[in-house]
């Protein structure tokens, strides 16, 4: 019952001498205790036989990379893997002092010890066996009419072609407003079912295989055939359904419609049925997300028999489900989107994918004692004045923009002026207290907590946005900026080495968290967020002069992105990841330019292991983004996700900023070299 192309849509996040130096030489004192290095980075990790200028991911990388395997249950490797395994272990060591005393852990503690148990026990899992599927495939067998599906696909735990959530309001964000969109594909994104070649041929035969597999296991008859009419509807879902390119304009994806211009735009749904069901019915104005997709997908549900969207319900509750039904539903499922989709040789084991199912579920709860026992304090204060610094330079940039007019200027210095930023975690935890965990009951207990966190949204509407909600645990090692809220978030995992050093020297901070900080503050002015106002409202508040001026620069970085092919055959799709690369170029440069303001304070930083500060600073952005990954996932990213590879998140970037080009002496004929009047320059 979340409306994913929305909520993610509007949720950008960042997951991070002039001489060659030589790495060696003596240095004066340098910050101790840092977790790398001597002063907060790993020198080891560099590759000195390459140029800089050629090639400065693996400079900075290089031999890290050289020496590092991904594990055979990890799709990747890097710091965030490294912080999200330390994560991990501890959100594991509390549900194990959960399981001893629930008393003494907090809140929460016996129902996320519940959850934990009954996703662990498997051999009561296997006794089970597909018992738990048929009081939900009793439901879908009693839907015989457009009428009755129409009902499932607005209750929790069903997937559906179209889906209703909420969101805080794009004309008035201090309000609730309901949007409606297209559903979830079960391969995944709808690029796995239309590209062209023997790799997605592959790709289409095994998750055909997949489909009946599943349906076998469910005890469902006929699943040959009906594995055929799933994926043909899949299929041709697919081939009406909006890319992520284009869901990214917010101008086609943010229409709203009264019941009369929904029931115009795609008559085939009952959409009065569709709203009162999800527990909108009072909600007069609906934001109609991928409005073509929604006129298509109705089309589709009404010429598709009911038997087999049947079907394709059943598939996807028990593929969905995979995890909490006996081992051989698991092992297909990890067979196909592990193996074949993203190359993972090995499952995780079960009690690493039992934390992701508790933070999944009870998140909070088990955040709140995370930053308990985790958190230090003193790295808020720290995070503040590094905030607090980058907002300093990103006033002048904006100020100094000789491209930007006086009037949109002022209005952009509003905006920064408007930031909201939270660090470390909530001010106040959801409380799950009405959240029914069943020890013994893990598909039930999956089921309730999306009723749960349903109900909990409703009895949100009528109500003032709520500005204290995160949307992202403590425990996850990563950062966001909301749009519609202007705030930019922080949680406490991501506050760590490599990112976060209290201390560690002042260019690898200002690399690494304050190039993040950056680009989360860059989202506020990317193609996307430059869209919406200081208060959060969706509305232009620029010159058409100034847009003109804005969108040169932005196409010109979007095309530089385009012509990068990290896989043979497979771009980097300039249009969908180009917010984010407005946020990293904007966030190096702004970085960078208050790390400058910080040595006019405390004085010019000396030379570090053969390192100047300036150099120091761009080899901490670099090992920022020390990531591989295998084929698979990297392939899947290409496809969907609105993020470059971590090798463009670098190369990409620095060869557009002048100061690299001063720092490491890089001249022409290297091969990152752009001539100045190619480089783009935006905040």
């Given at each position: ?47 000195m ?80 066996g ?5 009081p ?19 209750t ?26 297209q ?28 489909v ?65 069901t ?128 006086p ?23 959801i ?5 029914k ?33 995160w ?36 260019a ?64 980097v ?34 030379v ?76």
């Amino acid at each position: 019952m979340a409306i994913t192309s929305i909520s993610r849509l509007l949720l950008s996040v960042a997951t991070l001498t002039l001489s060659v130096p030589a790495f060696a030489q003596a240095a004066p004192p340098a910050p101790a205790g840092t977790r790398y290095g001597s002063f907060g980075i790993d020198l080891t990790a560099a590759d000195m036989s390459v140029k800089p200028g050629d090639d400065f991911w693996t400079y900075a990388n290089g031999s890290w990379n050289k020496r590092t395997e991904i594990a055979a249950d990890r799709t990747s490797a890097g710091g965030s893997v490294i912080l999200a395994d330390q994560a991990e272990q501890q959100v594991r060591t509390i549900l194990d002092d959960a399981a001893r005393d629930p008393a003494a852990v907090g809140p929460g503690a016996k129902q996320f010890g519940d959850l934990y148990a009954s996703f662990m026990d498997e051999a009561a899992i296997e006794r089970a066996g597909a018992a738990p599927l048929k009081p939900y495939f009793a439901k879908i067998d009693a839907a015989t009419d457009k009428q009755k599906l129409q009902v499932l696909f607005s209750t929790v735990g069903y997937a559906a072609p179209v889906e209703v959530g909420q969101l805080p309001d794009p004309a008035d964000p201090k309000r609730y407003a309901v949007a409606a969109g297209q559903g979830s594909l079960g391969m995944g994104g709808r690029d796995y079912y239309l590209e062209q070649g023997p790799k997605y041929d592959t790709f289409r035969t095994a998750y055909r295989a997949y489909v009946e597999k599943i349906l076998t296991l469910s005890g469902i008859a006929d699943a040959s055939a009906k594995a055929d009419r799933i994926v043909a509807l899949e299929t041709a879902m697919a081939k009406v359904q909006w890319s992520p390119v284009q869901s990214r304009d917010l101008k086609a994806m943010l229409k709203p419609m009264d019941a009369a211009g929904r029931k115009a735009l795609a008559p085939d749904f009952d959409w009065p049925l569709l709203m009162s069901t999800a527990g909108y019915g009072d909600f007069p104005i609906v934001y109609m997300t991928n409005s073509t997709a929604l006129t298509e997908l109705g089309k589709l549900f009404a010429g598709t028999p009911v038997s087999t969207w049947q079907d394709w319900m059943k598939f996807r509750l028990a593929s969905s489900s995979a995890n909490v039904l006996p081992k051989a539903f698991d092992q297909a499922s990890f067979e196909f989107f592990g193996k074949t989709l993203a190359d993972q040789p090995q499952q995780r084991a079960r009690w690493k994918r039992g934390i992701a199912m508790v933070n999944g579920t009870m998140g909070e709860a088990v955040g709140e004692v995370y930053v308990k026992r985790h958190y230090p304090p003193e790295s808020e204060a720290k995070m503040g004045e590094l905030i607090a610094n980058l907002r300093a330079a990103y006033k002048e940039r904006i100020g100094a923009n000789g491209w930007m007019d006086p009037a949109t200027k002022t209005q952009a210095l509003a905006k920064l002026a408007a930031f909201d930023p939270r660090i470390g975690h909530p001010v106040k935890y959801i409380d799950y207290a009405s959240l029914k965990v069943v020890r013994g009951d893990p598909l039930g207990n999956a089921i309730r907590s999306g009723e749960f966190q349903h109900q909990l949204e409703l009895s949100r509407l009528g109500k003032p946005v709520d500005r204290t909600l995160w949307g992202m645990t403590p425990q996850t090692v990563n950062a966001y900026y909301d749009p519609l809220n202007n705030q930019i978030t922080f949680p406490a995992a991501i506050l760590q080495p490599p990112y976060f050093d209290p201390m560690a020297d002042a260019a690898v901070n200002y690399g690494a968290i304050g190039a993040i900080i950056g680009h989360e503050m860059g989202h506020g002015f990317d193609d996307q967020g430059s869209q919406f106002s200081a208060s959060g409202k969706f509305e232009n508040w620029w010159t058409p002069e100034a847009r003109a001026a804005f969108t040169q620069r932005t196409a010109a970085l979007s095309k530089q992105y385009d012509a990068y092919e990290p896989i043979p055959g497979v771009h980097v799709k300039g249009a969908l990841t180009l917010g984010e690369n407005i946020g990293d170029l904007g966030g190096v440069e702004t970085a960078y330019a208050a790390y400058q303001k910080y040595q006019a304070v405390h004085g010019k930083a000396p030379v570090i292991d053969g390192l100047t500060g300036d150099q120091r600073f761009f080899l901490s952005y670099a090992q920022a983004w020390q990531a591989k990954l295998r084929e698979g996932a990297a392939r899947a990213r290409l496809l969907t996700d609105p993020h470059s590879p971590p090798f463009y998140r670098v190369n990409g970037i620095v060869r557009n900023v002048d100061a690299w080009y001063t720092a490491f002496n890089v001249k022409p004929g290297a091969a990152l070299y752009l001539p100045p009047a190619q480089r783009v320059h935006i905040w």
